[in-house]
């Protein structure tokens, strides 16, 4: 076994996984140098101090910092610092192996020499219909969740702060703003691509390593409302306290929602709390929220109808009927997301039998 096929391994005990394919053993070839793959192979998935890589792997910390933030710069690497000490973590396939040398790419032109990125784009799709793609949502839980349009959410309606894209973007301290890595490879749309969105610490350090730029609450909120007018679905973290990305996807390129658009048999989906339904005596039969349901879930005949097993309560029809016919109404059995990245990884692991090899990889090995 070669180091790229042991690094595989590894991340394939991450939750979010990565099965082994041709295609992808190489990606990790074109993103890793051998030296780069090797140390990858040891680092943890959770923040762990350089000192303290360097005493478990037995390598001096000089040595792990110079690799660190070699890989740190491709977007490989998670890299910060406190009371002076370096800390990294190696990313997982998503978000993360995938998304930021794009982002970076797109922000940065030419910062990563050496990757034929149209080539990357084909094999990270190649990978994802061959089996990553269903992996992501090969669990009772899914890894990412619906937040509805804002303005489609009644103000009848009692709505928990978790249930408000709002209240993520005005309470985070750093909100940065990238190119969408799915549309940017996809390109199966016209819908604008400056829309993904970093929250909290990742967004600091994306902007500090080129692959994003930190913007205002102001500037985060226009860019959510553009979103919304273009039709696209607000999908972040299926996590309560905070969110570490709101992607604004479309069905046709989103990796996350096309577990729900395109791809047949997966367990899980991003939906929201709430479902659609049209109120009749106000529909019109314009066939807006046709146009606009990312799901396929309306179908028009004298007034619209909504097939609320397909619905994802996304808000869009909502937010795009003039005649205040489509309405969000709460599901019987709405559900609180995981508390935090830790609590939803540790439910992904279990459900899916690698609890205790993913326990095992959260420091350095």
């Known amino acids: ?204 350090y994306l902007a500090e390593r080129g692959g994003a730029r930190l913007v205002t609450v102001e500037e985060a909120m226009q860019t959510l409302q553009r979103a919304d007018e273009a039709g696209l679905v607000h999908c972040a973290t299926n996590t309560r306290d905070r969110v570490d990305y709101i992607c604004n996807c479309c069905p046709c390129c989103c990796g996350m929602l096309g577990v729900a658009t395109r791809l047949k048999g997966a367990v899980s989906r991003p939906e929201s709390n709430f479902y659609s339904t049209i109120q009749a005596d106000n529909c019109t039969a314009c066939g807006v929220c046709v146009d606009r349901c990312p799901m396929g879930a309306i179908t028009v005949n004298e007034v619209a109808v909504v097939d609320q097993a397909i619905c994802i309560g996304c808000g869009l029809c909502v937010s795009g009927c003039d005649f205040a016919a489509a309405i969000l109404v709460r599901k019987a059995n709405s559900v609180e997301p995981p508390a935090d990245i830790r609590e939803l990884m540790g439910i992904l692991a279990t459900e899916k039998g690698r609890a205790e090899a993913f326990l095992q990889n959260l420091t350095a090995t």
């Open 1 to 204: 076994m070669d180091v790229y096929e042991a690094l595989q391994e590894k991340l394939n005990t991450h939750p979010l996984g990565a099965p082994k394919r041709p295609e992808f053993l190489e990606i990790l070839r074109t993103l890793f140098t051998p030296e780069e793959a090797e140390l990858a192979l040891h680092l943890p998935f959770t923040p762990q101090r350089a000192r303290e890589i360097a005493a478990a792997l037995e390598r001096p910390e000089a040595e792990i910092i110079r690799l660190c933030e070699q890989m740190a710069d491709k977007t490989l690497v998670y890299a910060y610092e406190t009371h002076g000490e370096k800390v990294y973590m190696l990313f997982p396939t998503a978000p993360g192996l995938f998304e930021f040398p794009f982002m970076k790419n797109a922000v940065s032109p030419g910062s990563l020499p050496g990757i034929n990125f149209a080539h990357l784009a084909q094999l990270w799709w190649q990978y994802y219909e061959d089996g990553w793609g269903l992996e992501m949502g090969n669990s009772p839980t899914s890894a990412a969740r619906v937040i509805p349009v804002q303005q489609a959410i009644p103000t009848t309606l009692h709505v928990m702060p978790y249930e408000e894209v709002a209240h993520y973007v005005q309470t985070s301290k750093y909100v940065a703003i990238s190119d969408c890595p799915c549309r940017v490879t996809q390109k199966k749309c016209d819908k604008p691509v400056d829309v993904c969105m970093v929250l909290g610490y990742g967004a600091k």
